[in-house]
């Protein structure tokens, strides 16, 4: 049952387990609670049907290093970030999860092996094929293997969901679930510990219009992002202090940095454009080995080639059709209109039907190619979300981001520049042609690098609580019947897009609490 709280007259509901947020991480641990008969409750904050350019108060202050996402990384509405998530999938390299002696804070509580087995209920969820991530995919492509002979980069590729919205399957399968109540409109505010028990016995919620209400469950799961998990546990003042919360605040410093000059600009779209394998669509990757990592003693990064239509054209008016209908979007008049008037490049639209249709990859005539990189942050106690003194218009305190990445970083991401321009040089792939602001100071490549609207770390995991916030099992160190799930458990960020991996976590949390009721 789906509920609107800004129109009902009840201020009390009881459940088994309570889940704060829609978005992939809630929808995930459904796929599990779904088939018991468990009674669930999921408080969302925003509405049932959102806006596509809804503006919730995502108000925010920032400190440090200039942070976006807080407005464009995170939404607010049944299925949260996945109405306009891109829907991207790539596990974590095994010692992603290694303590490393040159990274502070590095080393997760639990191994890729414990994760792994949970991914390919994760890839159904998201409706990939179950295809290979590592260089078989040269193979399957009957392509010829790229391989790096000094063993510092790797080939690799990731997924693309074709329905990244998740809001349709919320209404498909929980609108008339019988054990199953969805609550729009209720933004979670605090939550009550009591210190006998060592639990917590309530969780107040606020609708738009001030009027208050409350959960009471066996269990809690917060599964509200990496900014909305720690600034509720910090606005619970009766919660256990514990010096973790929202610390360690970390993202995926980014900027597309160079362009490549093929020889060959179809071979070069052929081998790291988009493709297909089934109905997946794929991208390629080139990340760090970790013989590199370790070696150079730097943190994980990645890269890939994006090729950036002509201003105009009919790929690009295309792909913006495309990008609205796969998030449940109807294209407005005036894209469809701007479609079909391109399309008297008639030799481009034959260019990738051909493409397309003899080896299944999207080729962009007249694409630009450019590269982008994407490196790890490493774990930092002045990188962090605050409660902020200033107040929202729903008299609740304004989170601060205080986003700071380190010298590490900066390091790293030179280094990669080296490694990429020699192994590109190595496999004749092209010529790199760096950004002027590339090889200038440390600060001017700072000022560069932009957040990826992956927010992690802040309720971070750990083996005890003198590091981290919640245990390997996602439960808070202090609290017995509350669980964090999604990226901000990461203790650190790794090399790729943290979506598959929290959703892995997720499911796994969802078998945990059936065991345990």
């Known amino acids: 049952m789906i509920q609107d709280f800004k129109s009902s007259t009840a201020s009390v509901f009881e459940a088994d387990i309570c889940i704060v947020g829609s978005g992939v991480a809630a929808y995930t641990m459904l796929s599990v609670l779904a088939d018991t008969n468990l009674n669930v409750i999921v408080v969302e904050r925003g509405a049932l049907h959102p806006d596509q350019n809804e503006t919730l108060d995502k108000e925010c202050l920032i400190h440090g290093h200039a942070f976006t996402g807080h407005q464009d990384g995170r939404r ?25 002696e040159w990274v502070k804070f590095s080393g997760w509580p639990l191994s890729s092996k414990e994760i792994t087995p949970f991914i390919p209920a994760a890839e159904a969820i998201m409706q990939v094929d179950p295809v290979p991530y590592d260089t078989d995919v040269f193979s399957l492509r009957a392509l010829v293997p790229l391989h790096s002979d000094s063993g510092q980069v790797q080939f690799h590729f990731s997924k693309w969901s074709p329905a990244p919205n998740f809001k349709p399957g919320w209404l498909k399968k929980y609108a008339k679930h019988p054990c199953i109540h969805v609550l729009t409109h209720a933004r979670a505010v605090s939550m009550d510990f009591d210190e006998e028990t060592r639990l917590v016995s309530k969780l107040h919620i606020l609708n738009p219009e001030g ?86 003693k730097v943190l994980s990064a990645t890269a890939f080639i994006q090729f950036i239509p002509p201003q105009g054209s009919f790929f690009e008016n295309l792909k913006e059709v495309y990008r609205s209908a796969s998030r449940g979007h109807i294209p407005s008049a005036k894209t469809i209109v701007k479609t079909f008037s391109s399309m008297r490049q008639i030799g481009s639209l034959y260019a990738i039907a051909k493409a397309y249709w003899a080896d299944r990859y999207v080729f962009v005539p007249g694409g630009v190619p450019r590269l982008t990189m994407m490196i790890e942050q490493s774990p930092d106690t002045q990188s962090q979300i605050v409660l902020s003194g200033a107040k929202d218009k729903a008299g609740q305190p304004v989170p601060e981001i205080q986003w700071f990445f380190g010298d590490d970083t900066i390091h790293t991401f030179k280094t990669y520049c080296n490694i990429l321009e020699s192994e590109f040089k190595r496999l004749d792939i092209g010529k790199i042609e760096w950004d002027t602001w590339v090889n200038q100071d440390n600060e001017t ?73």
């Not at 900027?255 to 060959?264: E, G, I, L, R, Y």
């Not at 990461?490 to 090399?495: A, I």
């Open 445 to 517: 490549i700072r000022q560069h690098l932009q957040d990826a609207y992956h927010h992690m770390g802040t309720t971070r995991m750990s083996t005890t609580r003198d590091t981290g916030v919640v245990n390997s099992d996602c439960r808070m160190h202090d609290v017995g019947n509350v669980y964090i799930t999604g990226s901000s458990i990461f203790p650190t960020s790794g090399h790729s897009n943290p979506t598959l991996t929290f959703m892995a976590l997720a499911l796994r949390l969802g078998h945990h609490l059936i065991e345990n009721n």
């Open 211 to 296: 009027h208050k209400g409350a959960i009471v469950a066996r269990h809690y799961v917060l599964a509200a992002g990496g900014l909305e998990n720690p600034c509720l546990l910090l606005a619970s003042e009766t919660i256990p202090p514990n010096p973790w919360i929202g610390k360690m605040f970390q993202d995926h410093p980014t900027a597309q940095v160079a362009t490549v000059k093929p020889k060959d600009s179809h071979w070069l779209q052929r081998y790291f454009g988009y493709f297909f394998l089934g109905k997946t669509r794929m991208l390629p990757r080139i990340s760090l080995t970790q013989s590199a990592v370790y070696k150079n």
């Open 76 to 100: 607010f509405g049944l299925g949260g970030t996945s109405l306009s998530w891109g829907g991207q999938a790539l596990p974590f390299h095994d010692f992603d999860f290694d303590q490393k």
